[in-house]
Each structure stands twice: as structure tokens, then as C-alpha cells.
Nanobody, 128 residues
Framework: QVQLVESGGGLVQAGGSLRLSCAAS????????MGWFRQAPGKEREFVAF????????DYADSVKGRFTISRDNAKNTVVLQMDALKPEDTAVFYC?????????????????????WGQGTQVTVSL
């Protein structure tokens, strides 16, 4: 089991920044690929960002490229999503997720099916 706890959400004006953190506990954190997803009211959960186990590979949804940055610290068992130049359309509940190597065979990292464990989510609201 891996437990994930997100923090850092809140209310921010358009153009502002937020830094989301995800603290992991349980099994060896460095064994897991990590992702951030978000879900807005009435919409499906969508991929936001991915980082490989070593942190050497990252990828982003087109809608956040150039504005969001994902990073991880395997010594501290944390993954961070730095969000800059926020827009009202970024408003959503943000979730971090951990994917085991076996899951990597089943689904591409942009799919929720690639992840075994999920946090409870943190609300991000961007106002005009």
C-alpha cells in the first residue's frame, strides 16, 4: 500500500501561482511513477503531469505546458506540482497518483489506469 496526501490547494487570482505537494508513505516511493490529474465539476478526470521514477522524464498535458512543473524528491517521498500563470479553467480538484511497474504494462502514463494509488485530492480555485 502507498498512502498519498496532497496539500497546497486554495483560492488564487488568475495569473497567480500555487504549489501543490504530495507526500507519500508506505512502500518504496522511488519504485513508483507519479502523476497529477485533475477533475472539474461535471467533467472526467484528466491527466495533468507525469514524472518517471528517477525524475528524469516528465510530460505534461498540452493545456498546462509551459505553466506547470512537476518534480520529485525521492529522499523526502514527495512530488510537487508548481503551477504558474493560473487560469480560471484550471479550477478543479487535483489528485496525485502513484503507479507501480506492473501498472505501466497495462496503461500509458496519461491514463488513470496506469496508477494504483490515489490521494484524496486538493481543491484549486482560480478566480478572474
Amino acid at each position: 500500500q502507498v498512502q498519498l496526501v496532497e496539500s497546497g490547494g486554495g483560492l488564487v487570482q488568475a495569473g497567480g501561482s500555487l504549489r501543490l505537494s504530495c507526500a507519500a508513505s508506505g512502500r518504496t516511493f522511488s519504485n513508483y511513477r507519479m502523476g497529477w490529474f485533475r477533475q472539474a465539476p461535471g467533467k472526467e478526470r484528466e491527466f495533468v503531469a507525469f514524472i518517471s521514477r528517477s525524475g528524469g522524464t516528465t510530460d505534461y498535458a498540452d493545456s498546462v505546458k509551459g505553466r506547470f512543473t512537476i518534480s520529485r524528491d525521492n529522499a523526502k517521498n514527495t512530488v510537487v506540482l508548481q503551477m504558474d500563470a493560473l487560469k480560471p479553467e484550471d479550477t478543479a480538484v487535483f489528485y496525485c497518483a502513484a503507479g507501480s511497474p506492473s501498472r505501466a504494462i497495462l496503461a500509458q502514463y496519461g491514463s488513470p489506469g496506469a496508477y494504483d494509488y490515489w490521494g484524496q485530492g486538493t481543491q484549486v480555485t482560480v478566480s478572474l
